[in-house]
């Protein structure tokens, strides 16, 4: 047995056999890769689904969306941590489809200038969609009415930058109000980019828009009575307006000149030189606007008070101050704010426009939800 | 011999394409689609010179789907995607023909510059193409300005191998007559 051996061991293997070994071996391990090959096509598809359905969210987000598209969206946001999800599931398919390319011997720096591309895409895409509103929104707004004569009523509106629509009409039950200016005309292009005629402010993601309306006191007054008031726009598509209207009812009022400066973003400083003596016991706002705009001090002769120090006796000739703040920010306001006593009311018109930031468009979408 | 011909109609049809991507014809609307039309046959053009196989083609297809899409849906995050996308696609396909074009310098005995050349040109893109990733969340003017930035270093790597591929077919053409009269 071990003479066998050891003639087993004398044989020369030919080196074209071991050659053919090798050939052998290298053949089994593709036919064994062959088997997995399902795989790369399974990550495709799955990329090319979560990609897909990524741009078909932003799609239903858009603007240009039809009317019908849009009684199936109803008013539903959709959370950003889908879009993240969304975003996360992508960038870890495409990590994992890179690794398995640079593993095969695909050129490296390529495939990992591509995968960084679309990682930079992907979750720049889930940031912007994050920031896009489902549908406009009104911004809060609070106007005071005259007696007499038309009225102007402006209210301004937030919508996505690509949003195309804009508002056609004011809706509270059966009262239509058509829009003051003319509107059909909206597709302004500026440098390749949809500028609207009637945009008011421009943010990064957002147009502040103005929306202006004029009406006697009768519409006034039938759009007072109504619970819900609704802008239309032009897709017919109807959002609510969060609007409060009081109508000016102060006649008696106390002789005075007035100063009014806004002070920073959510307060304001009004100053008054009364031309007669006159007793004032309470901070004035219409009522509808009591809990949101405070008197936080105001000031005679330099000295602080707050409103526990009413009533306050005030002379001919002397200035005060009223430092008051609106509480909840932002909201568009165009009031009468001052004191009332028994003498009177000493009170001026507050016109307060928000200066809008992202933060701020976020907290009227806030508001609204 | 006729290889050597075969190598200056490649270069050719390489230097139209080029030329032609050089046309700012955007700002005719569905103007575009043409001028893509025309830079992807070029190109193609100029392959059909070559034997070498590139998934140039694979890419060309990608592109004018991507570059139709576009044109039809006009959503502004495909918009950003789209622009990135069809950038980077040229990018690729500008790779796959600087392969070839080293390989003809080596061929030639050209000591040119392509390998430089080709380097610069794709990390100039490659940097508008990561800037334009951002487009989206950028506010307008910056929009505008990264758009209008990036187009014109877009054009100014591709006069440059514009001019590069010119002067390497020249090269090319001057062996096929030293060729011919020997």
């Known amino acids: ?8 061991d004398h044989i020369d293997i030919p080196k074209s056999l071991h050659k053919r070994s090798l050939q052998g071996i290298e053949q089994a391990s593709k036919e064994q890769q062959k088997s997995q090959r399902w795989l790369p096509k399974i990550i495709t598809i799955a990329v090319t689904l979560a990609a897909g359905g990524f741009i078909a969210l932003s799609i239903e987000q858009g603007g240009t969306i039809n009317h019908q598209a849009s009684t199936f969206l109803i ?4 959370s950003p941590y889908i879009y993240w999800g969304i975003a996360i599931l992508c960038i870890s398919i495409i990590l994992f489809v890179a690794r398995r390319k640079i593993c095969s011997g695909s050129d490296k720096v390529k495939t990992l200038g591509v995968a960084a591309v679309l990682i930079l895409l992907l979750g720049n895409s889930a940031l912007f969609l994050q920031h896009q509103l489902v549908n406009p929104l009104v911004i809060p707004t609070s106007i005071e009415i005259n007696k007499d ?11 996505n930058r690509n949003d195309h629509r804009y508002v056609k009409s004011l809706q509270a039950d059966d009262v239509i109000l058509p829009i003051a200016y003319f509107t059909s005309e909206q597709e302004n292009l500026i440098n390749g980019f949809y500028y609207p ?3 008011y402010q421009v943010l990064r993601y957002q147009y502040i828009r103005d929306a202006y309306f004029q009406a006697d006191l009768s519409v006034i007054e039938k759009i007072l009575a109504s619970k819900d008031v609704y802008l239309i726009l032009s897709d017919e598509v ?9 109508i000016n009812q102060n006649d008696n009022q106390v002789p005075h000149q007035s100063f009014s400066a806004s002070r920073g973003q959510d307060g304001h400083m009004i100053s008054f030189i009364l031309e007669q003596d006159a007793v004032f016991d309470a901070f004035y706002v219409p009522s509808l606007l009591e809990n949101q705009v405070i008197l936080i001090e105001f000031i005679v002769n330099n000295q602080q008070f707050t409103s526990k120090d009413f009533p306050i006796s005030l002379k001919k000739g002397q200035r005060i101050e009223l430092i008051i703040q609106y509480k909840d920010s932002p909201f568009d306001m165009n009031a009468s ?6 003498d009177g009311y000493l009170i001026t018109k507050v016109f307060s426009k928000v200066y809008f930031n992202e933060s701020m468009v976020k907290k009227v979408r806030e508001m609204n939800e | 011999m006729n290889e050597t011909k075969d190598h200056v109609k490649l270069l050719q049809w390489f230097a139209i394409a080029l030329f032609l991507q050089l046309l700012y014809l955007n700002v005719f609307k569905y103007v575009n689609i043409l001028q893509d039309i025309l830079v992807y046959g070029a190109y193609i053009k100029s392959l059909s010179y070559s034997r070498q196989v590139t998934p140039v083609k694979k890419y060309i297809v990608i592109a004018i789907v991507l570059a139709l899409v576009s044109n039809i849906f006009s959503q502004q995050l495909l918009f950003y995607w789209s622009t990135v996308f069809i950038a980077g696609i040229d990018l690729l396909i500008i790779m796959e023909f600087g392969k070839i074009l080293v390989s003809l310098e080596q061929r030639y005995n050209a000591h040119g510059p392509t390998a430089r050349v080709i380097k610069k040109y794709v990390i100039i893109v490659f940097a508008v193409i990561v800037s334009w990733t951002m487009l989206s969340n950028l506010p307008r003017d910056w929009q505008i300005g990264l758009l209008m930035l990036g187009a014109f270093l877009l054009f100014a790597v591709n006069i440059r191998l514009f001019f590069h591929v010119l002067s390497l077919r020249k090269h090319v053409k001057k062996r096929s007559f030293v060729v011919t009269y020997l």
């Open chain 1, 1 to 8: 047995m071990s003479d066998l051996k050891k003639q087993m």
């Open chain 1, 337 to 342: 704010v001052g004191l009332s006593g028994p």
């Open chain 1, 149 to 159: 004569g038309q009225n102007g009523i402006e209210i301004r509106y937030i919508t």
């Open chain 1, 238 to 246: 109807k959002i609510k307006a969060p609007l409060s209207i009081n």
């Open chain 1, 197 to 199: 005629y009637d945009a």
């Open chain 1, 75 to 78: 008013q539903e946001h959709i």
